[in-house]
Structure formats: C-alpha cells, structure tokens
T-cell receptor, first 114, second 107 residues
Framework: DTEVTQTPKHLVMGMTNKKSLKCEQH?????MYWYKQKAKKPPELMFV???????INESVPSRFSPECPNSSLLNLHLHALQPEDSALYLCASSQEGRGTNEQFFGPGTRLTVL | AQRVTQPEKLLSVFKGAPVELKCNYSYSGSPELFWYVQYSRQRLQLLLR??SRESIKGFTADLNKGETSFHLKKPFAQEEDSAMYYCALYGANNLFFGTGTRLTVIP
C-alpha cells in the first residue's frame, strides 16, 4: 500500500460540534503531518509527528488537537471551530522527519464549519 | 525568515513550446528545494527535488544560489503537463510552499 488515506472526504460541522479527521498510511513512514489549505492558497503546516511524538506545532489554536495513536495513524480532533477554519485539511507522511524526504500527501478532507 | 515566491499565478503555453515556471526563495541557511505538482482531481505529489538533480517527465530544475532561484523548465510542453505547480523550501523543520503557478498547455 503506497497511499495515504484520509477520512472523511467531506465534513460539515457546527461550531459546537466535536469531530475527528483520520489519516492512515502503511508505508512504514515514521513522520506524519497535518496541513491546512485554504482556497487558492498553498498548504500551511499545522503539526508534525516524528516517531509518534509531536515535534512541531505551528502555533495552531487549541481547538485543533492532534493525536498519533501509532505509527500508521494520525488523527485531528476538532472542537468549537470557527467558520474561518473551513478549509481542505491535508495529511502527509514521509520516511522520516528530515527535509530531504519526499512527503506523500493524502487526498484531503474538505471541512465546512457553519 | 524563509519565503518562497512564485511570481506567476497563471501561465499558458502552447503544446510543444518551452515552459519555465519561476521560483525564488529567501532562506538564511542551506536550502532544500522541491517542486510539487497537483494534477486535476489528484493529490499533491512530489515532482522533483534539487538534491537529486534528476529529470522527471522531462522537467528539470537547477538551484542557483547566486540568484536564489529554482526555476522549473521543460523544453517541450505536453497537454498532460497542465496542473498546479508548487515550489517548496524545507527549512526550520518546516516545508514552506510558494503560492503556486497554474500551468495550462494549449493544444
């Protein structure tokens, strides 16, 4: 399996809801990433997990809470989001967290916050 | 601070014509640069990276440290090259993307 999968593909939620985004890879990669991409903008890094430990949190609001249950799974828990959080959320993985490693991207979850 | 600039949001060329997508960067350290591509309805994927000095799908990119550039070139554009292209720089444990250039190859 050489793909990064993400579920759900689409998610609509209210500002008081709690939801989770899921990401999975079975390539044996030890680094996993969450990016946020607004329309017509480039992806922006949110979190990096390296060997199941959070190594980078790019000053993301606490209403976004990442979790890495094991080396193949990455979750993003959402709570009390704002409409401006509506975006495409991309998951990626790489062999390790080094810059020279290619990052493999998932198809994304398109999130709409009402 | 690191920054990646892609001056052209849109670029159209005719099939068979040469194409060059511009990328300039700003980074105080030794940069690691990449080109990522997103074809219609497909996921973002790596096209090439500067350390490999390889040609992928006929595309090449040379790192010019003097001009702080990493332009993507192809001598003869094909229709299947139509896509969104992002230049990206790895620095400070982060992959920074440029704003992207949408390339359209006209048949």
């Amino acid at each position: 399996d050489t793909e990064v999968t993400q579920t759900p593909k689409h998610l609509v939620m209210g500002m008081t809801n709690k939801k989770s985004l899921k990401c999975e890879q079975h390539m044996g990669h030890r680094a996993m990433y969450w990016y946020k991409q607004k329309a017509k903008k480039p992806p922006e890094l949110m979190f990096v997990y390296s060997y199941e430990k959070l190594s980078i949190n790019e000053s993301v609001p606490s209403r976004f809470s990442p979790e890495c249950p094991n080396s193949s799974l990455l979750n993003l828990h959402l709570h009390a989001l704002q409409p401006e959080d509506s975006a495409l959320y991309l998951c990626a993985s790489s062999q390790e967290g080094r810059g020279t490693n290619e990052q493999f991207f998932g198809p994304g979850t398109r999130l709409t916050v009402l | 601070a690191q920054r990646v600039t892609q001056p052209e949001k849109l670029l159209s060329v005719f099939k068979g014509a040469p194409v060059e997508l511009k990328c300039n960067y700003s980074y105080s350290g030794s940069p690691e640069l990449f080109w990522y591509v997103q074809y219609s309805r497909q996921r973002l994927q790596l096209l090439l990276r500067h350390i490999s000095r390889e040609s992928i799908k006929g595309f090449t990119a040379d790192l010019n440290k003097g001009e702080t550039s990493f332009h993507l070139k192809k001598p003869f554009a094909q229709e299947e090259d139509s896509a969104m292209y992002y230049c990206a720089l790895y620095g400070a444990n982060n992959l920074f993307f440029g704003t992207g250039t949408r390339l359209t190859v006209i048949p």
